[in-house]
Protein backbone atom coordinates (compact mmCIF):
# COMPACT_ATOMS: atom_id res chain seq x y z
CA UNK A 1 0.00 0.00 0.00
CA UNK A 2 3.06 2.21 0.82
CA UNK A 3 4.39 1.65 -2.98
CA UNK A 4 1.12 2.33 -4.40
CA UNK A 5 0.84 5.58 -2.63
CA UNK A 6 4.37 6.47 -3.31
CA UNK A 7 3.54 5.68 -6.99
CA UNK A 8 0.51 7.72 -7.14
CA UNK A 9 2.38 11.00 -5.42
CA UNK A 10 4.81 10.43 -8.28
CA UNK A 11 2.43 10.22 -10.74
CA UNK A 12 0.41 13.57 -9.93
CA UNK A 13 3.74 15.37 -9.33
CA UNK A 14 4.85 14.34 -13.03
CA UNK A 15 1.89 15.41 -14.12
CA UNK A 16 1.30 19.30 -12.15
CA UNK A 17 4.98 19.84 -12.96
CA UNK A 18 4.77 19.27 -16.62
CA UNK A 19 3.68 22.10 -18.34
CA UNK A 20 1.81 21.13 -21.83
CA UNK A 21 1.72 23.50 -24.77
CA UNK A 22 0.12 23.53 -27.83
CA UNK A 23 2.72 24.37 -29.58
CA UNK A 24 3.74 20.68 -29.15
CA UNK A 25 0.90 19.62 -31.39
CA UNK A 26 -0.10 22.29 -33.63
CA UNK A 27 0.97 21.86 -36.81
CA UNK A 28 -0.39 24.93 -38.50
CA UNK A 29 -1.84 28.23 -37.68
CA UNK A 30 -0.38 31.20 -36.11
CA UNK A 31 1.05 31.69 -32.42
CA UNK A 32 2.74 34.58 -31.15
CA UNK A 33 3.39 37.47 -28.32
CA UNK A 34 0.75 40.68 -27.60
CA UNK A 35 2.66 43.05 -26.20
CA UNK A 36 1.64 46.38 -24.70
CA UNK A 37 4.04 49.79 -25.44
CA UNK A 38 3.37 53.26 -23.68
CA UNK A 39 5.25 56.39 -23.10
CA UNK A 40 8.41 58.19 -24.67
CA UNK A 41 9.91 55.65 -26.29
CA UNK A 42 12.38 57.76 -28.13
CA UNK A 43 15.63 56.26 -29.42
CA UNK A 44 18.52 58.80 -28.01
CA UNK A 45 20.38 60.31 -24.86
CA UNK A 46 18.22 61.17 -22.19
CA UNK A 47 15.76 59.44 -19.55
CA UNK A 48 13.10 57.21 -21.26
CA UNK A 49 9.92 57.16 -19.56
CA UNK A 50 8.04 54.19 -21.66
CA UNK A 51 7.23 50.56 -20.81
CA UNK A 52 6.66 47.56 -23.35
CA UNK A 53 5.40 44.57 -21.61
CA UNK A 54 3.69 41.18 -22.69
CA UNK A 55 -0.24 41.94 -22.55
CA UNK A 56 -3.75 39.59 -22.21
CA UNK A 57 -5.85 40.49 -24.80
CA UNK A 58 -8.63 39.00 -27.35
CA UNK A 59 -7.12 38.57 -30.84
CA UNK A 60 -9.46 38.79 -33.60
CA UNK A 61 -7.83 37.12 -36.63
CA UNK A 62 -10.21 38.13 -40.14
CA UNK A 63 -9.69 36.62 -43.48
CA UNK A 64 -7.23 38.97 -45.23
CA UNK A 65 -8.78 42.90 -44.83
CA UNK A 66 -7.88 45.93 -46.70
CA UNK A 67 -8.49 49.15 -45.32
CA UNK A 68 -11.20 49.95 -47.80
CA UNK A 69 -13.10 46.74 -46.62
CA UNK A 70 -13.42 48.48 -42.84
CA UNK A 71 -14.39 51.62 -41.13
CA UNK A 72 -11.65 53.23 -38.98
CA UNK A 73 -9.94 55.78 -37.58
CA UNK A 74 -6.48 56.00 -37.44
CA UNK A 75 -5.41 52.53 -36.08
CA UNK A 76 -8.82 51.70 -34.61
CA UNK A 77 -11.75 49.83 -37.18
CA UNK A 78 -14.79 48.58 -37.23
CA UNK A 79 -17.49 47.50 -39.59
CA UNK A 80 -15.08 44.88 -41.10
CA UNK A 81 -16.71 43.24 -43.81
CA UNK A 82 -14.41 40.56 -44.66
CA UNK A 83 -15.35 36.99 -42.70
CA UNK A 84 -14.05 36.63 -39.08
CA UNK A 85 -11.87 33.35 -39.16
CA UNK A 86 -11.16 32.65 -35.54
CA UNK A 87 -10.83 34.71 -32.00
CA UNK A 88 -8.44 34.01 -29.88
CA UNK A 89 -7.06 35.29 -25.86
CA UNK A 90 -3.70 35.53 -25.32
CA UNK A 91 -2.08 34.61 -21.51
CA UNK A 92 -0.46 36.60 -19.01
CA UNK A 93 2.66 36.39 -20.95
CA UNK A 94 1.13 37.83 -23.91
CA UNK A 95 1.43 34.32 -25.68
CA UNK A 96 -1.50 32.64 -28.13
CA UNK A 97 -1.29 30.19 -30.74
CA UNK A 98 -4.45 28.98 -33.09
CA UNK A 99 -4.84 26.61 -35.50
CA UNK A 100 -5.93 28.09 -38.86
CA UNK A 101 -6.25 26.44 -42.27
CA UNK A 102 -3.85 27.63 -44.93
CA UNK A 103 -4.84 31.16 -46.47
CA UNK A 104 -3.60 34.94 -45.56
CA UNK A 105 -5.08 37.11 -42.21
CA UNK A 106 -5.28 40.38 -40.92
CA UNK A 107 -5.18 40.54 -36.89
CA UNK A 108 -6.17 42.98 -34.95
CA UNK A 109 -6.63 42.95 -31.35
CA UNK A 110 -9.70 44.26 -29.51
CA UNK A 111 -9.09 47.65 -27.38
CA UNK A 112 -11.81 50.18 -26.10
CA UNK A 113 -11.99 52.08 -28.62
CA UNK A 114 -12.15 49.34 -31.58
CA UNK A 115 -10.21 46.92 -32.86
CA UNK A 116 -6.51 48.22 -33.21
CA UNK A 117 -3.86 47.39 -36.27
CA UNK A 118 -1.15 48.98 -36.90
CA UNK A 119 0.83 47.88 -40.23
CA UNK A 120 -0.56 47.82 -43.37
CA UNK A 121 1.42 46.20 -46.34
CA UNK A 122 2.01 47.48 -49.79
CA UNK A 123 -1.22 46.37 -51.33
CA UNK A 124 -3.08 47.93 -48.27
CA UNK A 125 -3.79 44.47 -46.55
CA UNK A 126 -4.14 45.53 -42.66
CA UNK A 127 -1.76 43.64 -40.50
CA UNK A 128 -1.08 41.26 -43.20
CA UNK A 129 0.02 37.36 -41.87
CA UNK A 130 -0.32 34.11 -43.67
CA UNK A 131 -0.36 30.92 -43.00
CA UNK A 132 1.43 28.24 -45.09
CA UNK A 133 0.04 24.34 -45.01
CA UNK A 134 1.97 22.44 -42.66
CA UNK A 135 3.54 25.70 -41.13
CA UNK A 136 3.27 27.43 -38.06
CA UNK A 137 3.51 31.47 -38.20
CA UNK A 138 5.20 33.24 -35.51
CA UNK A 139 4.49 36.55 -35.10
CA UNK A 140 4.60 39.94 -32.76
CA UNK A 141 2.06 41.81 -32.13
CA UNK A 142 2.63 45.41 -30.52
CA UNK A 143 0.24 47.45 -29.27
CA UNK A 144 1.45 50.79 -29.37
CA UNK A 145 -1.10 53.66 -29.85
CA UNK A 146 -0.13 55.43 -26.23
CA UNK A 147 3.49 55.47 -27.40
CA UNK A 148 5.55 58.17 -28.29
CA UNK A 149 8.78 57.69 -30.75
Known sequence: MKNINLLLLCLIYTICSCKGTQSETMEQGIKGTVTWSEGNLMPGPGKKSGTNRPVEREIHIYEATKINDTEHEGTFYKNISTKLAAK??????????????AGKYSIFTKEEKGLF??????????EPVEVKKDQVTEVTININYMAVY
Open 88 to 101: VQSNEDGEFMISLP
Open 117 to 126: ANNTDGQGYI
